[in-house]
């Protein structure tokens, strides 16, 4: 990721990160009997059908509403733990019984499974800042280990994220250090873990096309074949076992249930607010003008798989529609990682494909916004110009998951910012003068505008409309935050455009 500063003992790093991962494992055990979504829910009932149905029905049944949409090694991973759970507590992993079954028991192991598996999450840190000065890793560990976001969406609504991106770490850090055979590999892994990470594919597949196999035909089609050959041995391990029994179909379509609409039940700050708020507003003035058209039917905030409702003025957007716009956003990267496929790079490149994906992508989650924030954590300790981006992006994705955490992550990005940058200077590096970390007026500008928007949401808007309008705070807070992810967006293309 970034180049050679010192050569740390191997055993001393683990040890000091360590300490930073064994301080945020008590935070989650405290966290254990708090709030939890239906995600735990939906994961316990994946343990019971992988536990007790054959492979051949998994992607088939419907005992519940929360059926099972993941890609194979994923439903592998609920096997494993379900034997486990079957043996702590048999109800746990029953398809019938177990039905919003909410014992403690229950709860206990999940959470714990979910501790247990960030240790994935440890060893990518790890491995992506071993070659790191001490103080740039300890920002790093500080930025991911202890990331709210993972936080919140793991360990209170319930996820398996941390393990996920251990493993998308792991494989940076490979392509970083040279290794792009075993960077592939692990990649290859993770979209059989969760196709949503299918985003960044381009973005490897080019670079490693021309950083791997260069060297004349010959040598770059053996390279090829080779790079080939383990890309679909992974995926012949994941999906082999639903071809056989006939169901891949069955499982693709589970996959890729594009009749969930356009936006999720909550609204992820991405372009398609913005196309949203546009189609309703030239109905509201058409309508108010004497025209007959019919108000879009919303249903954003609510319902199980989110409905978009359909746009009355605007062109409805189909999946192929966002699939083009992701291409066409993703683009300049890769013509620049065609042009110039260095190590160094893949990380910063692989981050904007994940932005790309998430302001242009088909019913986009806003915990999506952790596919780019946590790659771009490795990335900020790269200049104090990736610092001051990386701390207005983090200030955005924090409003737009809880905004309560919003003020202890600037508190936390700065103070830990200030102590990297305090000695650096401005202009030469012999007669330049020395600055901290000041951000600049776009960032004031934007803090300012998240402060307005919370106070209008929690005070006046309750104050002037009651419980009138009840959509609105959260369309405030998703369209706002959808303009800080939009300049990120845009900063990280002219980063990638001009780096050198």
Known sequence: MMEMQES??????????????????????????SYHSTDLEVH?????????????????????????????????????????????????????????????????????????????????VYRSTLALASLKRSLIWLLVIWS??????????????????????????????????????????????????AVAAPVYFVYLLRHYCRGGLVRGFARLSVMGAIVVAVFAAAYGPFVYHGQIQQVIRRMFPFGRGLCHAYWAPNFWVFYIMLDKGITFLLRKFGFNIPAPVASFTGGLVGDASPFAILPRVTPLTTFIMVLLALSPCLFRTWKDPRPRLIVRSVAYAYTCGFLFGWHVHEKA????????????????????????????????????????????????????????????????????????????????????????????????FGDKLPFVPLMLISMYCAIGILYSWIWQLKSILISS
């Open 8 to 33: 740390p003992r191997t055993p001393v790093v683990m040890a000091q990160l360590s300490w930073f991962f064994g301080i945020a494992t008590i935070v989650k055990l405290l966290l254990i009997p």
């Open 44 to 124: 316990r009932h994946w343990l019971a059908i992988t536990h007790f149905l054959p492979l051949s029905q998994w992607y088939t049944d419907e005992t519940s509403e929360w059926t099972l949409d993941y890609p194979p090694f994923f439903a592998y991973l609920e096997r494993f733990l379900s034997m486990f759970a079957h043996l702590i507590d048999p109800q746990i992993v029953h398809l019938h019984h177990g039905l919003n079954y909410k014992a403690n028991s229950a709860i206990y192991f999940q959470r714990m499974s979910v501790i247990v598996s960030d240790l994935f999450l440890l060893y990518g």
């Open 148 to 197: 709210p976001g993972l936080l919140i969406v793991d360990h209170l609504h319930f996820q398996y994220n941390g393990f996920l991106f251990g493993w998308l770490l792991l494989s940076l850090s490979f392509l970083a250090q040279g290794r792009d055979v075993m960077g592939a590999f692990l990649f290859a892994v993770l979209l059989c873990f969760k196709h949503l990470f």
């Open 369 to 464: 916004s952790l596919h780019f924030s946590i790659p771009l954590a490795i990335v900020a300790v790269e200049s104090l110009e990736d610092a001051k981006h990386y701390f207005l992006l983090s200030i955005g994705q924090a409003e737009a998951l809880e905004p309560s955490y919003c003020l202890s992550q600037g508190v936390k990005i700065v103070l830990n910012f200030s102590a990297q940058y305090s000695g650096s200077l401005r202009g030469d590096k012999k007669g330049g003068e020395k600055q901290g970390f000041e951000v600049g007026w776009v960032t004031k500008s934007y803090l300012i505008g998240v402060v307005v928007v919370e106070i209008w949401g929690q005070f006046l808007h309750p104050y002037l």
